[in-house]
Every structure is written in C-alpha cells, then in structure tokens.
C-alpha cells in the first residue's frame, strides 16, 4: 500500500493525541506530520494555580520537537491558508499536501470585542498569566474582578476555580478581609453547561467563601487605565485588577478555509468528528458538537478525547478496517477549589436523553490526581 499522509493543524490537546493515536495504528510507511506556530505548548489549566505561586513558570509546557521521538514529524510554522479542494495548506515553512486532515488549531482569542481588555489582565493564556501572577505579589488590598464577556469560552469552570484559588491564596496571606473578589459572568448562572446541580453547588461554594457573583453582567469595556468595568447589564464597577476572559472566535486561517461555512465553529459529525468534506476532521476547541441545550464544552480533555477518536478512524481508514465506535462525549475536568483540593466536573455530553453530568466534592486525593495529570500532560502520556 502507497504511504498516505496525515496532516495535524496544531499542537494542542487535540492535534497532539490525535497524531499519538494514528502514529500508533499505523506502520512507518505512513507519514505523520504536526505543524504548530510554537515549538512549546503550555497546559493552560495550571495557569489559575500559577498566579498565585503555586505554580512553577517553567513546568508548565512540552517541546512539540519531542513528538520525533514518537515517530511524528513536528514542524514550526504559521498556517496560511487551508485549501481543502487542492487537499494543502500553505505555511511560512512551505506547502503541505494530505490524504487527511485533522484541523485542531482551537479557539483564537478577539481582543478587540471588549475595548480596554487586551490592556487589562487576563489569565487565558500563559504570559498574560505570568503578568498577573507579578501583579498579585504586590497587591495588598482593594478588589479583584475576574470578568467574562460571552460565551463560550474555554474551560467553563476557570473563572470560579480562579476565583477560589484567589481566596485561598488571600487568606494565607493574611490579606483575605482587606481584598474584594468578584467573578461577573454573561450566563444567568455558574457553570450551567455542567447541569442545575452543579450550578447550585459552584454558586454555594462562591457564596461560602464571601466571593460576589454577579450574572447576566458580562464585561463590555475595561477603561484605558484597566481601573474600571462595564457591563451588560448597565452596571460598572472599579477595581485595583480587572482580568477578563477573552471573547473567543475561529481563528481566521479556519474562517478563511469556508470548512465553517460561515458558522461561529466547525460544525461536524458528531460520531466521527469529520467535517462536510470527506477525511477532513475537525477536533477540540475548533468544532462544536450540540450537546443538549449546549455544546461540548470547550476543554483539553474533550479535544484530547476528540484526537484519539480521530487517530483511531484515520488508522482504520488507512488500514481498511471498520470505524470505531462513534465519539461518545464523555470527560471529566479537574475543578480547583484550592491549592490542595481539587473536584472533577463533567460526564457523558452526548448520552441518550441530554447530557448526564456531576460536580464531585473538593478533596486533597483529586489535588494528587491533578498534579499527575499535570507531569502525564508534559510527558506527552495524556
Ligand atoms: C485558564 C484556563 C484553564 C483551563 N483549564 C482546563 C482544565 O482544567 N481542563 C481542561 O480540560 N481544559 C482546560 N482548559 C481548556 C484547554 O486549554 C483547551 O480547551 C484546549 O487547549 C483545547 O485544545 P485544542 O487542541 O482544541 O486547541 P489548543 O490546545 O488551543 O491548540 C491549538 C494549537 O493551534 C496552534 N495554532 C493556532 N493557529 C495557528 C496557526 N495559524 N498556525 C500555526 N499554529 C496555530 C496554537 O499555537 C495551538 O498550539 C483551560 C483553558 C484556560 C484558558
């Protein structure tokens, strides 16, 4: 059989897991190819740990050259453009032909959507969140607001956790009673894509720890001077660090693609997260599978499950086999609520009857569970 080549748009949770997945199904006469702007990949769930300190800045990323190692060839480039019909995508290190494409280049970031933000803090990706980590060992008192302005965005919980850690981190600090925390949030409550119950329990646990909580309120202007916030429901308020939850988009080289069909994400198969053109794949913060009232939500271990299913059709198509069972939707997140307790939230998206899901209880067991999830992440195990 003539070798194929399998093409992976970025190295995130996705693309990595899904070239892991192919790279083990198929024999070397088959060419895996990995193309990403950066040759590091950060894991952005340690980002709400690493501003407090809990978190060391240079343990937070995997080299993607690594991925040589395993057989797959990695290679550093901007993505230009994506031509589905002649089956290549053009990079700032040459063209590149296929047989499949697997599109995981997740979900960009629109600064521009909220004015202010981009000179505001943030923690939604890692060197904005090294800044925020410098900030917050100088602050002593005043009010922290963590703000999000649409949905969606990913990881659904880390505006809480983040918001958790921080008074955890305050009252060892001894600064708890002179520092406001506030999370303002678009959705009408908390977390609402992981069910009722879970809403309820993140909100209790908001309320719990004296954190204000404010819905329907998301951010719409951050002041020149990142002092002062407005919202969508009419209200401002002035803070000492205003960080935002950025409003996320399909990045442009996908739009560009028309694979969206002017659609806000890619839609896809949901059993075979295959796009409308035949073994071109779409996985992870990319794409949107419906879920119920809502979509998958965008999370690493939604896309690294998304990778592995697809390395796993992509193998059987190549070695002529049948598809593997269809995606099933299923993940769980870690949900810090401190730097030594952890919940998990997630479940079945895709079950029979509407999503089934479940926010478990904060314990240190989870903390441990997380921390190796972690060191797995950067060793490419996960
Ligand atoms: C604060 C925070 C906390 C989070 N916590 C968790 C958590 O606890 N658990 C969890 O499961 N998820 C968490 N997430 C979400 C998780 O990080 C994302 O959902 C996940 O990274 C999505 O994977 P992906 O493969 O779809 O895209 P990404 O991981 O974003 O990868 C996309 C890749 O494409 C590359 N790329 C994009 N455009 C181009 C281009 N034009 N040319 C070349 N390369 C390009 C990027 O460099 C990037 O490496 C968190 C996110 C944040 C921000």
Redesign the pocket.
Known sequence: MAGKKVLV???????VQSAINARSALDSAHEITV????RV?H???M??LLIVGERETNKTGRSLGRLTNRGIKFIQ????SIDTDAQEVI?SSGTFNYDYLVI?????YDWDAVPGAKGAYS???FNQ?RRLRRRLTRIKRGKIVLAASKPPY??P??PFE?AMILHWWAGHKGIRKDLEISVYIPEPGPLGVAGKDASMKVRNALEKRGIELVTSAGVTEVSIDGREANFSNGSFTTADVIATVPVHKL?D?VAMSGIAKDKPWVPVNSGTLETSISNVFA????NVVPAGEFSIP???????AQ?SKVGEIIGKRINKSEDPEPYDGV?F???AYSGNRSATVGGEFLANGGPVTILSEPTTSKMKSKVRFEKNWRNFKV
């Not at 748009?9 to 693309?15: H, I, M, P």
């Not at 193309?35 to 950066?38: E, H, L, P």
């Not at 996985?283 to 990319?286: A, E, K």
């Open positions: 748009l970025g190295g995130g949770f996705g693309g193309i990403d702007k950066d990949s894991l952005c769930g980002n709400p480039a901007n993505i230009e990079t995981a280049l997740g979900a960009a923690f939604y990706d969140a990913k990881c919980p880390a983040t990045p080289v996985i992870g913060d990319v965008k999370a690493g271990v939604f896309a690294a990778g993940g997140c870690y949900l």
